[in-house]
């Protein structure tokens, strides 16, 4: 059986994903701080400086 991936961090219990599923504020703000490393390296863009220098960055409009 392959292990799960979330280095180390307690996954959130399931009846914090159902509070957050029926509406409870609380418990969403848990599950999206468990999720923030994962969304912030969706949404990181490379971008280029005028020099061509790459710079690797989160795009906070794609995040929210």
Do not use: F, N
């Not at 399931?14 to 999206?32: F, K, N, P, T």
């Not at 912030?40 to 906070?60: A, I, N």
């Amino acid at each position: 059986m392959t292990e799960p991936i979330h280095k180390g961090k307690d996954l959130p219990p399931v009846w914090v994903i159902h509070a957050a599923s029926s509406g409870d504020s609380e418990a969403m703000e848990q599950v999206l701080r468990y999720y923030d490393d994962y969304m912030s390296r969706l949404c990181t863009r490379t971008l280029y400086d005028k020099d061509g220098t790459p710079h690797m960055c989160v795009d906070v409009h794609m995040k929210r």
